[in-house]
C-alpha cells in the first residue's frame, strides 16, 4: 500500500492538471457486457461504485459520446475514462477565508488566488488554503464534499504564483471541465519576468517535465523525454530589460512547475524564483549600485515572478466561450516598473 501511495504522489505531482485520460479499445470478440463491470476489470483499484458515479458524471465516453452505467460494450468500441488522479485523503475543514472571486453562476466560479497561498491541503498545509476558503463558501451554498469531490477543484497552480483559478459548481461541471484542461482546449496564458535578454522574440519549449532524479521536490526538464511527461510552452516577448525580460506564455500541456522549469532549461530562469536559481543575480553587472538594485526587486516581489493572467474556456452548460483576465499584481507591476525606469535613466552607457 505504501508504494501504491508513492506512486500516485508521484503521478499527481507531475500535472496541474487534476484528471488523467485512460483510452482503451474493447478487444475484438468481446461479449456484450455492461460497461461498469468492463472497466472495473482493466482499470486497477477501480470500484464498480466509483465507475457508475463517473459514467453518470459524463466521465466516460464511447465512441464519443455519453452512455449509462447500464451499456454494453461490444468488439472495438473506443472508451475515454476521465479518472481523478488526487490521492489526497486530507479532510478539507471549511474557513472563512477572503476569496476574490471573479466571476460565478451556478454551474462554476473564477477566483484570483494571491500570491503566498496554497491551493489545497496537503503534507504541512492542513489549514489556511484556498481550498478551506471555497469548503466554507460553497458550504454556505449547501454544497458538500460528498456531493461535490474536492469541492470542485480542476486545477491548480503553485503557491507563489498569483492569478486565475477554474473552481466547478457540479459534478457535471466538474467532468466538462476536466476534459478541456486534459484535451488542451482551455487557454492559459501567464506572464512572467526572467533573466536575460531572450535572443529570439518568441518560440516553443519543447521538452518533458518530471521529478528531479535527486532532489524530490524539484523538477527537471528531460529533452530526451525518458523520464517526465510531455510539456510544451510557447512564449512571446512582451518587454525587454536587458538584462532581464517580460515574456507571456502559453501552456498547451499543465504539468507542475513547467513554466518555471522550462524556462530554466532554455537558461532564463524566473526572476527571485529559489527553487530555479533565479534568485540571485543570473545576468548584470558587478557594479555593487546594480547588486543593490537588484537586491531591492527582491524585496518588491519576495516569490517569483509569475502570474495566471487570462484563462478562457467553454462554459459547460451554455457552450458559450468565455474568457477572462486578470489584472498583475501589485508587487509584479511595481517590479516591472522599477526594471523599466532603471532601463531607461541608464540609457546605452552600459550594454
Keep these: 500500500m505504501k508504494n501504491e501511495k508513492t506512486n500516485s504522489e508521484e503521478q499527481q505531482d507531475t500535472s496541474e492538471e487534476l484528471y488523467e485520460r485512460f483510452n482503451l479499445t474493447v478487444d475484438q470478440g468481446q461479449e456484450p457486457l455492461r460497461i461498469d463491470k468492463f472497466l472495473m476489470h482493466r482499470i486497477e483499484r477501480a470500484t464498480r461504485n466509483k465507475l457508475q458515479q463517473a459514467i453518470n ?28 488522479m488526487s490521492p489526497e485523503e486530507t479532510e478539507v475543514v471549511p474557513e472563512k477565508i477572503p476569496l476574490n472571486i471573479v466571476y460565478e453562476d451556478d454551474d462554476l466560479m473564477l477566483i484570483n488566488k494571491p500570491a503566498g497561498m496554497v491551493v ?28 461535490l469531490p474536492r469541492f470542485g ?54 521538452a518533458h517535465v518530471g521529478r528531479h ?25 512582451a518587454e525587454r530589460f536587458n538584462y532581464v525580460t517580460l515574456v507571456e506564455c502559453k501552456l498547451e500541456t499543465g504539468r507542475t512547475h513547467q513554466i518555471r ?19 540571485k543575480i543570473v545576468k548584470g553587472t558587478v557594479f ?14 519576495p516569490r517569483h515572478a ?7 474556456f467553454i462554459h459547460p452548460s451554455s457552450g458559450k466561450e468565455m474568457f477572462f483576465e486578470a489584472p498583475l499584481p501589485d508587487d509584479m507591476s511595481e517590479l516591472i516598473e ?14
Design 120 to 147: 489545497h491541503p496537503g503534507s504541512g498545509n492542513y489549514t489556511g488554503t484556498l481550498l478551506n476558503g471555497i469548503a466554507y463558501y460553497l458550504r454556505q451554498e449547501g454544497i458538500t464534499e460528498e456531493a
Design 153 to 206: 477543484l480542476v486545477h491548480r497552480i503553485d503557491k507563489n504564483t498569483s492569478g486565475l483559478l477554474l473552481i466547478a459548481k457540479t459534478e457535471r461541471s466538474m467532468s466538462q471541465l476536466a476534459k478541456q484542461f486534459y484535451d488542451h482546449t482551455i487557454k492559459r496564458q501567464y506572464i512572467a519576468l526572467v533573466w536575460g535578454d531572450m535572443k529570439n522574440d518568441e518560440g516553443t519549449i519543447i
Design 57 to 84: 458524471a459524463g466521465m466516460v465516453l464511447v465512441n464519443g459520446k455519453e452512455v449509462r452505467p447500464n451499456y454494453k460494450v461490444k468488439s472495438q468500441d473506443e472508451i475515454i475514462l476521465y479518472s481523478d
Design 306 to 312: 509569475l502570474h495566471a493572467q487570462t484563462l478562457g
Design 288 to 301: 555593487s549600485k546594480y547588486k543593490q538594485f537588484v537586491e531591492n526587486c527582491f524585496a518588491i516581489c
Design 261 to 279: 522549469v522550462h524556462m530554466k532549461y532554455i537558461g532564463h530562469p524566473l526572476f527571485n524564483d529559489d527553487f530555479y536559481g533565479g534568485d
Design 213 to 237: 532524479m535527486r532532489f524530490r521536490k524539484l523538477f527537471e526538464a528531460y529533452p530526451g523525454g525518458e523520464h517526465g511527461k510531455e510539456a510544451i510552452t510557447h512564449y512571446k516577448v
Design 338 to 351: 522599477k526594471w523599466r525606469k532603471y532601463v531607461s535613466s541608464i540609457g546605452s552607457r552600459q550594454f
